[in-house]
Every structure is written in C-alpha cells, then in structure tokens.
C-alpha cells in the first residue's frame, strides 16, 4: 500500500522561500502523476503543481497560473521522494499542503483532487505579510 509522508512545513515571511517534500513507499510506481495540493478552511482543495514521470525520469511539469515562474516540483531519481520549491511567498499562499499520488500520468493542465489514490497527511505552510 503506497505511503505518502510529507514534511517540510512552516512559518515564513512574505517573500520567503520554503522546499516541501514528499517521501512515498510500498508500491512501485513504472508510470506515474504526483501532485501537490493546498486547502484552506472553507473552501476546496486546489492542484497547485503535478509532474509525469516514469523509471527513467521526469517526463512533464504543470503549475497552476499563480505559483508559475515562483514554485517548482521536482522528482528525485535516487531517492523516492518529490519536491515543491517554494520561493517569493505570499499570504495568499496560507494553506494546509498536501501531496497526491497516483498510477498513470495525468496530461490535463491541473490534476484535479479527485484523480488522487493516495494523499499524504499534509503540512501546514504560513506565510506572514
């Protein structure tokens, strides 16, 4: 059964930059979409960046339009592990984060919550103004 175990969550200033990882293990994954998502109270979860990668590699990156040219996901090759390289923080970037996981590559522009096997517990992520 696949784990996801997320970490690297925190209080940061506006403007400040902040790296979420991701670890997943018990499934072997040939083909795959990770994505990392945020939600704040009320409102529904929201796709922020989701990357396609098979054994060899990374195969394809997307981003919402509010977190291009700021945020950027990333796959380790060595280790099992994805990243969201946060920088320039803002406010309205103040959401509990999460990771999903599933088989398959998903070619929309966003990965929509409801394509997700797996979710991570979430990390919080403060930004203060």
């Known amino acids: 059964q696949v784990q996801l175990v997320e970490s690297g969550g925190g209080l940061v200033q506006a403007g400040g930059s902040l790296r979420l990882s991701c670890a997943f293990s018990g499934h072997t994954f040939r083909t795959a979409a990770m994505g990392w998502f945020r939600q704040v109270p009320g409102k529904e979860r929201e796709s922020v960046a989701h990357i396609n990668w098979n054994l060899e590699g990374a195969v394809s990156v997307y981003y919402i339009d509010s977190v291009k040219g700021r945020f950027s996901i990333s796959k380790d090759r060595a280790k099992d592990t994805i990243y969201l390289q946060m920088t320039r923080l803002r406010p309205e970037d103040t959401a509990v984060y999460y990771c999903?996981?599933?088989?398959?590559?998903?070619?929309?522009?966003?990965?929509?919550?409801?394509?997700?096997?797996?979710w991570g517990q979430g990390t919080q992520v403060t930004v203060s103004s």
């Open positions: 999903g996981a599933r088989d398959g590559w998903v070619l929309e522009t966003t990965m929509a919550p409801t394509l997700v096997s797996t």
